[in-house]
């Protein structure tokens, strides 16, 4: 842009200064006189110094029309800048608008897909965790039964939404527990004990269909979005139950909550115990026995940090892959 500026004002100074450039040539042409006497010669000096005033008066008269030539083209460019400030302002207000709007029928959908989950979790003991469901869910609704379409994920969809609302009502379980993490915990392992139980409850009233929710979850296209919840999970618990720390076991940590957390989840889809109370007691004991190891790494140094490399190096490189971020206010 500004090159092309800079050939129009090249081009319009040329058509100006040019017609000037020919009319003071015109002028500057000599004639020589030889005068017979000195009366001739004395009016030979008169017509020449007329001439060289002619000729200072058309050098101003140019030089008064560059300067006017000057002043016009800073006067446009100003001009010019002015009008391109106006329009960048114009399209920043116009492509904010248009954000706001698509940020605004996002929040919509977001809120007709919650909607239809929340229904359709009431049809998964009866058509699982499958696109019926979420028909079912839609048509209770009140929408079309082609409403599934929103829902490119098929069954995953319903799974992933039903572990979101989970992973939210444990968190809010756990700010009221700590007073939004400003209460010391007395005794942190049974708070990761008790907070660990409180999430697989959760999965109780759909034990029977879960193992489909699992093989669901399992498949590659779905692991992205599986892993950033159980992560996102296992590090709300190890938050709220006081771990703090910035140290490399902040990482081995949550890499075995989350081991644990999918054991017991395997034990307990086959526990056929009064309120799962094996269930409850394997949790226990793998809690204990994390402990122990933990203690027993700590005597052999070395062996300690070859242990928390593997582990660091999985966690960083999966919460890396997954975009997410640990820093809280």
């Known amino acids: 842009m500004a090159n092309v500026r800079c050939l129009q004002k090249l081009f319009r100074l040329q058509k100006f200064v040019l017609p000037l450039t020919q009319h003071c040539g015109h002028n500057a042409h000599f004639h020589t006189v030889k005068p017979s006497h000195p009366q001739?010669?004395?009016?030979?000096?008169?017509?020449?110094?007329?001439?060289?005033?002619?000729?200072?008066?058309?050098?101003?008269?140019?030089?008064?029309?560059?300067?006017?030539?000057?002043?016009?083209?800073?006067?446009?460019?100003?001009?010019?800048?002015?009008?391109?400030?106006?329009?960048?302002?114009?399209?920043?207000?116009?492509?904010?608008?248009?954000?706001?709007?698509?940020?605004?029928?996002?929040?919509?959908?977001?809120?007709?897909?919650?909607?239809?989950?929340?229904?359709?979790?009431?049809?998964?003991?009866?058509?699982?965790?499958?696109?019926?469901?979420?028909?079912?869910?839609?048509?209770?609704?009140?929408?079309?039964?082609?409403?599934?379409?929103?829902?490119?994920?098929?069954?995953?969809a319903l799974v992933s939404h039903f572990n979101g609302r989970c992973n939210a009502q444990l968190l809010k379980h756990l700010q009221g527990e700590t007073d939004?993490?400003?209460?010391?915990?007395?005794?942190?392992?049974?708070?990761?004990?008790?907070?660990?139980?409180?999430?697989?409850?959760?999965?109780?009233?759909?034990?029977?269909?879960?193992?489909?929710?699992?093989?669901?979850?399992?498949?590659?296209?779905?692991?992205?979005?599986?892993?950033?919840?159980?992560?996102?999970?296992?590090?709300?618990?190890?938050?709220?139950?006081?771990?703090?720390?910035?140290?490399?076991?902040?990482?081995?940590?949550?890499i075995g909550l989350a081991t644990i957390l999918k054991m017991t989840e395997l034990y307990m889809l086959q526990d056929t115990s009064p309120s799962h109370t094996n269930t409850w007691e394997f949790l226990k004991n793998r809690m204990d026995e994390a402990v122990q190891l933990q203690m027993m790494l700590a005597q052999t140094e070395g062996m300690t940090h070859t242990f928390q490399r593997s582990f660091n190096s999985a966690f960083i490189t999966a919460r890396n892959i997954l975009g997410l971020g640990y820093n809280r206010n």
């Not at 329009?87 to 698509?102: I, L, V």
């Open 40 to 156: 001739t010669q004395s009016r030979v000096w008169t017509r020449n110094y007329a001439k060289d005033t002619s000729k200072s008066g058309d050098g101003a008269t140019a030089q008064t029309g560059v300067d006017e030539f000057r002043s016009r083209e800073e006067q446009r460019e100003r001009e010019r800048d002015a009008a391109e400030i106006k329009q960048q302002e114009e399209t920043k207000e116009h492509d904010t608008q248009d954000e706001e709007e698509q940020t605004a029928k996002r929040a919509k959908v977001d809120e007709v897909r919650n909607k239809i989950l929340d229904a359709a979790l009431q049809h998964v003991p009866q058509h699982g965790w499958t696109r019926n469901a979420i028909v079912q869910g839609a048509e209770e609704c009140g929408y079309p039964s082609a409403v599934h379409g929103m829902f490119p994920e098929g069954g995953f």
């Open 180 to 254: 939004n993490g400003q209460r010391e915990i007395e005794n942190p392992l049974d708070f990761l004990v008790q907070a660990v139980r409180h999430r697989l409850e959760m999965i109780v009233p759909y034990k029977q269909q879960w193992p489909q929710a699992m093989a669901l979850i399992a498949q590659p296209q779905h692991a992205s979005t599986a892993l950033a919840q159980v992560l996102t999970l296992v590090d709300d618990i190890c938050y709220y139950s006081g771990d703090r720390s910035v140290d490399f076991g902040w990482y081995t940590r949550r």
